[in-house]
Every structure is written in structure tokens, then in C-alpha cells.
């Protein structure tokens, strides 16, 4: 168990919808990374947050918005779903913004319908 | 940018046998770091080694150990006594070792221990 802890486990929707994806980091870490993994692009970032603010970005749509709050856990939001949003995404977190390791969450899968 | 390239998409190997993964990398950094994260079929990713790349010593942990060679950007993961429970995705990661950057992935190898 890494501690990082990523709700739902599976989510499945339809095209056009909006959907919450929730992560909580390991106790003590500031830093919290969202990557996503999907057949065709394999794994990349999204995401970084620290300490409740972006840090970095990736290649995040305009449809996919994040944010970590006050207790530092974070939120990937994730709107007017297409059939190409489908993949598993990941939560990572770290202790700080320098820190070389990340420790990851199990994921939640996201199918689109 | 930085690039990980994993140019082995399968293998398998024998139960107690030694396979070997590569790893190649682009980047004009000189300072950073160099991954293996195992992604069984639970989903989770778990790191199985780091390298650091000031550090000329290859790293090793128990049966896992890479060789690294930075002037060729080969970073290669070898796996001893293969054992069922290692079968599973592997991939090679590249981090800069500066603040607020994130893992750069290859593709990754799928990774089949045979009994």
C-alpha cells in the first residue's frame, strides 16, 4: 500500500458528462501529481499541485480542471466527457516540489460511453 | 523535451532465469534521475529501482539492477531468479533533478514469467 488513496475505483458515464476524480496523499506530502493512462498515448502528466497551488502542467485539456484543497487533497475535474477521455488516471504524491520520488495511488478507471 | 524510449513492447522469461530490459533516453539535461515503476496486473505502480545519474555506480535492489550508461542514454533493467510474481508492465521513467517536474514515461514492456 503506497498511502495514496484514490476514489471511485471505477467510474462509468456518458459522453458529455462531468466527473469528480479524488485523491488524498500519503500523510505529510505536499505534492500531488495527476497522470493518465490510456492505450493509444500511454502514461502522461496532467498535472502538479503544491501545497494548494499549480505547480505544472502537462498535456491537460481545457476540459479537465484541478485543485488542491486546504487538507491537501486534490480533485481532477473532468467535463464534457468524449469516448476518448476513457483510460485509467493516476494520483502520485511526493513530499515536496523537489522530491525524486513519487508514490502512486491504484488509480481509477474511467469508462466513457 | 525528454524522451523514453522502450523498444521491447513483450517478453517473457523462465521461472529463475535473468532477463534484461532496455532503456533508452534523450535529454540535453545533466542532472536527474532515472526509474523503474512495475505495473502488475492490480494496476498499482510501484517503484522498482532509481538511479540517480551524478551517480556512477549502478543501483541495485535485492534481485533488480540496472546498467546505466549515461554518455549512451541507456538505462537498462535486469531482473535475477525471475520469479512468477514479477510478471508484469515495466516501465522506464526520466525525471529532471530539478523542482516541480513530473515523471516522463516510456511505453513500457510487458513482462510474461513462464513456469
Known amino acids: 500500500d503506497s498511502g495514496v488513496t484514490q476514489t471511485p475505483k471505477h467510474l462509468i458515464t456518458a459522453t458529455g458528462q462531468r466527473v469528480t476524480l479524488r485523491c488524498s496523499p500519503r500523510?505529510?506530502?505536499?505534492?500531488v501529481y495527476w497522470y493518465q493512462q490510456s492505450l493509444d498515448q500511454g502514461l502522461q502528466f496532467l498535472i502538479q499541485y503544491y501545497n494548494g497551488e499549480e505547480r505544472a502542467k502537462g498535456n491537460i485539456l481545457e476540459r479537465f480542471s484541478a485543485q488542491q484543497f486546504p487538507d491537501l487533497h486534490s480533485e481532477l475535474n473532468l467535463s464534457s466527457l468524449e469516448l476518448g477521455d476513457s483510460a485509467l488516471y493516476f494520483c502520485?504524491?511526493?513530499?515536496?516540489?523537489?522530491?525524486?520520488?513519487?508514490?502512486f495511488g491504484a488509480g481509477t478507471r474511467l469508462s466513457v460511453l | 523535451a525528454q524522451t523514453v524510449t522502450q523498444s521491447q513492447p513483450e517478453m517473457s522469461v523462465q521461472e529463475a532465469e535473468t532477463v534484461t530490459l532496455s532503456c533508452t533516453y534523450d535529454?540535453?539535461?545533466?542532472?536527474?534521475?532515472l526509474f523503474w515503476y512495475k505495473q502488475p496486473p492490480s494496476r498499482q505502480m510501484i517503484l522498482v529501482i532509481r538511479q540517480e545519474a551524478y551517480k556512477q555506480q549502478n543501483a541495485t535492489e535485492n534481485r533488480f539492477s540496472v546498467n546505466f550508461q549515461k554518455a549512451a542514454k541507456s538505462f537498462s533493467l535486469k531482473i535475477s531468479d525471475s520469479q512468477l510474481g514479477d510478471t508484469a508492465m515495466y516501465f522506464c521513467?526520466?525525471?529532471?533533478?530539478?523542482?516541480?517536474?513530473?515523471?516522463?514515461f516510456g511505453k513500457g514492456t510487458r513482462l510474461s514469467v513462464i513456469a
Open positions: 535529454t540535453s539535461e545533466n542532472n536527474y534521475y
Open positions: 502520485a504524491s511526493s513530499v515536496d516540489s523537489y522530491a525524486n520520488i513519487q508514490y
Open positions: 521513467a526520466f525525471m529532471k533533478r530539478t523542482g516541480n517536474t513530473p515523471l516522463v
Open positions: 500523510s505529510g506530502d505536499l505534492s
